[in-house]
């Protein structure tokens, strides 16, 4: 089991920052199906001066609403819409469960300003939708940083870290960014049918063009990010086959903004 921590959106805050005034950044494509792995030590770690932005950003991360959310989308209360109370107890890909919470993403969303785009998509028995934000940049609309987290679970599962952690993650990090100059496009992505082979996120994949592919310049995948087995603060950086550079920034981050995270590096998975 991974083991993971729910101080990840200060960490998301960060990152989102960095990556998004960067530029000149090496391309990774984080495919969302994994294969067994190969621990690795990062050979160095990317020092990253902190900087009072981001501080200011960290600052806004409201954890007792993150809780609340988690909360309301493993079940533990329930989910008030428009049209009524429900309580959540599975949100396995096409069940009413996982209708209710993305209606409850979708209102977040909402309430916040953002536009949300609702994409249907079909694989094989499967159905569902992915909600898609974006948030242009002011200098190079044209490179689009990612972050993905899938909102649907495993069937009579609560689904809290997998992955309702994620998805709360994400709205803090909408709520942060809505109102914050980027020099990059973020993208927030919440998908579905990610229990049946990342069915939500390839359909999305297979609509873009080739232009839009080469626009993508990272994408952060944010997946069971809630729970700490043995409370040690480690946190595993899955980086597929691509360079290590990329895990070095992420390792230089935590350590310059104090976030008591062990980074641990895992490759070879795709």
């Not at 990152?15 to 990062?42: C, E, M, Q, W």
């Not at 990610?194 to 944010?222: F, K, M, P, R």
């Not at 040690?232 to 899955?238: A, F, H, R, T, V």
Request: hydrophobic share 40%; with cysteine; charged share 15%.
């Amino acid at each position: 089991m991974k083991k993971t921590i729910l101080l990840i959106p200060p960490f998301l805050v960060a990152l989102a920052f960095i990556i998004g005034y960067s530029s000149n950044i090496p391309s990774l494509i984080h495919d969302l199906i994994t294969r067994p792995s190969v621990t690795k030590v990062l050979p160095h770690t990317t020092v990253v001066v902190p900087n009072n932005v981001v501080w200011a950003m960290i600052g806004q991360v409201d954890q007792p609403k993150a809780l609340s959310d988690l909360r309301k989308l493993s079940g533990a209360e329930p989910v008030c819409l428009p049209q009524g109370c429900y309580t959540i107890t599975n949100r396995f890909t096409g069940s009413e469960g996982l209708q209710w919470a993305k209606d409850y993403v979708l209102a977040q969303l909402a309430s916040m300003g953002y536009s949300v785009e609702v994409q249907n998509w079909s694989r094989g028995s499967y159905a569902d939708q992915n909600l898609i934000i974006r948030k242009p940049g002011i200098l190079h609309p044209e490179n689009e940083i990612y972050f993905v987290a899938h909102l649907d679970g495993e069937a009579d599962a609560p689904a809290a870290d997998d992955n309702g952690s994620g998805v709360v993650d994400l709205l803090q990090l909408a709520k942060i960014i809505k109102n914050r100059p980027f020099h990059n496009t973020l993208v927030l992505l919440f998908s579905t049918g990610e229990e049946q082979g990342a069915l939500g996120v390839h359909y999305y994949v297979d609509q873009l063009t080739q232009e839009q592919l080469d626009a993508i310049s990272y994408v952060v995948d944010v997946d069971m990010v809630g729970y700490d087995s043995n409370n040690d603060g480690l946190m595993e950086l899955w980086n597929g086959d691509q360079p290590l550079d990329f895990v070095g920034l992420l390792d230089g981050i935590i350590q310059a903004y104090q976030l008591n995270l062990t980074a641990q590096v895992e490759s070879d998975c795709s």
